[in-house]
Structures are given as C-alpha cells and as structure tokens.
C-alpha cells in the first residue's frame, strides 16, 4: 500500500512494500510546491485514479503546467487562485497534470461522474466532472444563523451528501441531504467533518475529539452511542455498555489508539 500526503513543501508518496508498516526509503516527490501553508491540502482520490488537491495562491505552480492539454477536466472553472494539482498514477508511471478548480475546499466526486461541494456562505453546489454550470443544491439559511457549508462526502449509494454546517455563533452541525431533493437531516449535534466509513461507521470530529457511531446510511440514522477514539495518555476515557450481540459483532475489541481506551 501507498501513502499519498502533502508535507515539506511537496506531494509525495511512500511507499510500503513488504507491508511491515514502515516507508521504503526516502519519499518519491510527486510535485514540489513554494509554500507549506499555501502549499495544498484536502487530498481526493478520484474515480478515474487521479489525485486531487487544492492549492493555494503561493503554491508554485506556474501557468504553463494548469494549462496542460491532457488535463482530465475539460472545462474547469477557477474561482481566483486556488488551482486544483492532479497525479495521475499508471503502469507504475507517475505524470502530473494541473488544472484550475472550483474555488473553495475539496468536492466529494460520485459513481455517476459528478462532483458535489461546498462554497460556504454561497451553499451547495454539483457539477458534472466533464466540467459545466454548477447547480445550486441547497444556501443557509441566514435567518436561521446558518454561516455556511463545508467538507462535503458522499454515502455509497452516490445519491446521499454528508456536510457540516456552521452557525454564526460558532456552533457546528453535521447534516445529510439526498441530492434528489427533500429536507435536510441532522446527524450529529455540534460535529464536523463526517466521513462515511466501509464498516458502516461515521466518524467524525468534536471538539478535540475523533468520534466514531455505527451509522445507518439507508434511514440516515445514527446506532447506539459515539465513542472516541483515544489519541493521548491525557485524553479522558469512558465505559459504555453496548448493544446486545456487541461483542460477538465486534469480537470484543474497542478502539483504541496512542494512548489509553
């Protein structure tokens, strides 16, 4: 398995061959950017094997590399001097392409080749990954003290978006919408950042915590009770009693990470 991350003033991979948990070697450098907190963030993965980061205005990158004629998107639209990187990995043949992107964090790209994110305050917003007019899908609501959307993710069936929602107070809201229409539902009171898991957990930040909540992505519904996963000899711990048929489910485990559970 490969780790792709941001970090030093670049976009590398490491590698871990013989699956021992450690890196091969030194990282291999896929792109080298000027500046690490203009450098990029926000890595996605899309359908078509293609990395994509959003940079910001002192990344380095130069006119000649975002107007590349082999870039995947055929109509990209740029909102200032955010520019999207793309590392296209084949044959085991690293090429880096560059385009401009949409202004704002990192979308959440579905089966059905569209992608759905976020521009705060301006609200919701998919669009077709050939490029095209973005559709407005949802605005806060100001009255409410709704202050914008963010991070958005997609559940698995492609149709359903997870978001977080930020109040004017500061308050934090995660919310699911089906992109089909209907109301919006909330999943988690003063959460952020949601991530839909595989094994049919949400987790989730809160606080200073990572959260994690068996999750029901057909009725949108959370099951049983948030744990934290621990991540420091100071970080409270908790004892919860689970569900019937808990153990034989989880063969007993718990999460548990750098420090105490």
Same mark, same amino acid.
């Given at each position: &398995?490969?780790?792709?991350?941001?970090?030093?003033?670049?976009?590398?991979?490491?590698?871990?061959?013989? =699956?021992?948990?450690?890196?091969?070697?030194?990282?291999?450098?896929?792109?080298?950017?000027?500046?690490?907190?203009?450098?990029?963030?926000?890595?996605?993965?899309?359908?078509?094997?293609?990395?994509?980061?959003?940079?910001?205005?002192?990344?380095?990158?130069?006119?000649?590399?975002?107007?590349?004629?082999?870039?995947?998107?055929?109509?990209?639209?740029?909102?200032?001097?955010?520019?999207?990187?793309?590392?296209?990995?084949?044959?085991?043949?690293?090429?880096?392409?560059?385009?401009?992107?949409?202004? =704002?964090?990192?979308?959440?790209?579905?089966?059905?080749?569209?992608?759905?994110?976020?521009?705060?305050?301006?609200?919701?917003?998919?669009?077709?990954?050939?490029?095209?007019?973005?559709?407005?899908?949802?605005?806060?609501?100001?009255?409410?003290?709704?202050?914008?959307?963010?991070?958005?993710?997609?559940? &698995?069936?492609?149709?359903?978006?997870?978001?977080?929602?930020?109040?004017?107070?500061?308050?934090?809201?995660?919310?699911?919408?089906?992109?089909? =229409?209907?109301?919006?539902?909330?999943?988690?009171?003063?959460?952020?950042?949601?991530?839909?898991?595989?094994?049919?957990?949400?987790?989730?930040?809160?606080?200073?915590?990572?959260?994690?909540?068996?999750?029901?992505?057909?009725?949108?519904?959370?099951?049983?009770?948030?744990?934290?996963?621990?991540?420091?000899?100071?970080?409270?711990?908790?004892?919860?009693?689970?569900?019937?048929?808990?153990?034989?489910?989880?063969?007993?485990?718990?999460?548990? =990470?750098?420090?105490?559970?």
């Amino acid at each position: &398995p490969d780790l792709i991350c941001s970090g030093d003033d670049s976009v590398m991979r490491l590698r871990d061959t013989d =699956g021992d948990g450690a890196a091969d070697g030194e990282p291999q450098i896929w792109t080298a950017l000027r500046h690490p907190e203009h450098g990029a963030n926000g890595l996605v993965r899309g359908p078509d094997g293609c990395y994509y980061l959003v940079c910001g205005n002192d990344s380095g990158i130069s006119t000649k590399q975002i107007t590349a004629p082999h870039s995947p998107v055929a109509q990209p639209r740029s909102g200032g001097a955010d520019l999207t990187t793309v590392a296209a990995e084949a044959m085991g043949a690293v090429e880096h392409r560059f385009a401009p992107t949409l202004h =704002g964090v990192p979308g959440a790209w579905g089966p059905d080749d569209t992608i759905v994110f976020t521009q705060g305050i301006l609200g919701l917003f998919r669009v077709s990954a050939k490029g095209g007019e973005p559709e407005r899908l949802a605005v806060p609501d100001i009255e409410k003290g709704e202050k914008g959307y963010f991070r958005p993710s997609l559940l &698995p069936d492609g149709k359903t978006v997870l978001y977080t929602l930020i109040f004017t107070d500061g308050a934090t809201r995660i919310v699911a919408r089906r992109l089909g =229409g209907g109301e919006p539902v909330t999943i988690v009171q003063d959460g952020f950042g949601p991530l839909y898991r595989p094994s049919g957990h949400l987790v989730y930040g809160q606080a200073d915590r990572l959260m994690a909540v068996r999750f029901d992505a057909a009725t949108l519904r959370t099951v049983g009770q948030p744990v934290f996963i621990p991540g420091s000899m100071g970080t409270a711990s908790f004892v919860l009693a689970g569900e019937p048929g808990s153990v034989e489910r989880s063969f007993g485990t718990t999460c548990h =990470g750098a420090g105490r559970a």
